[in-house]
């Protein structure tokens, strides 16, 4: 019989809209609980005034920016 062996992973987690984070933080969590680490957030359309960015724990980038 083999080993399951484990390696540690990394990801650049994308989306078409950050807001509040929640979605994005939970995508993030479940990277880290299966032992990989996000390198980055990729999203399409910011609502920055929502400071959803600031719950990630990577950096985050996007092209569009929505005012309030």
Known sequence: MSQLQTRKTTDADSSDLIA?????AAAGELIAKSGGKTL???FIISLPFLNGDKKLDAPSYWLIEAED
């Open 20 to 24: 509040t984070g929640g979605s994005a």
């Open 40 to 42: 980055e957030y990729l």
